[in-house]
């Protein structure tokens, strides 16, 4: 539960720190579009925001985490696979692992039993 945790709060980080180098583009540089460029950074913040907010809350136990720690992780699986095949192979293997890990994690016995509790605080099966 840990490690799913602490890899969730990682890739937060560093879709954080993504949108702090696509800020400092936007400010140094002229983007072709510049509400679409605005889109994207609140894009990737909120994305930032909700990955934070999905592991404290998946590290308190709450079962909607998995299903939202799933999604998460097969987006990030649609674009390592990609970045793979077109040669960037150490950003490939960079989005791939921790997804694969969190992905085959999230489907163990003491991830389930761990990850029963819902929003009363009543445990749920």
Known sequence: MKLIALILLCEAAGLLAIAGWFALGLLTST????????????????FAVWLLVVGHFFFRGYRW???????FQFFVIVVAIPTLTSGVI?????????????????????????????????PML
Request: net charge positive.
């Open 31 to 46: 983007p072709a579009s510049l509400g679409g460029a605005v889109f994207m950074l609140v894009l990737l913040l909120v």
């Open 65 to 71: 985490t998995r299903s939202a720690a799933l999604v």
């Open 90 to 122: 150490w950003v490939g293997l960079l989005l791939l692992i921790p997804a694969a890990v969190v992905t085959h994690q999230l489907f163990t016995r003491p991830v389930m039993t761990y990850t029963r509790r819902s929003g009363d605080g009543i």
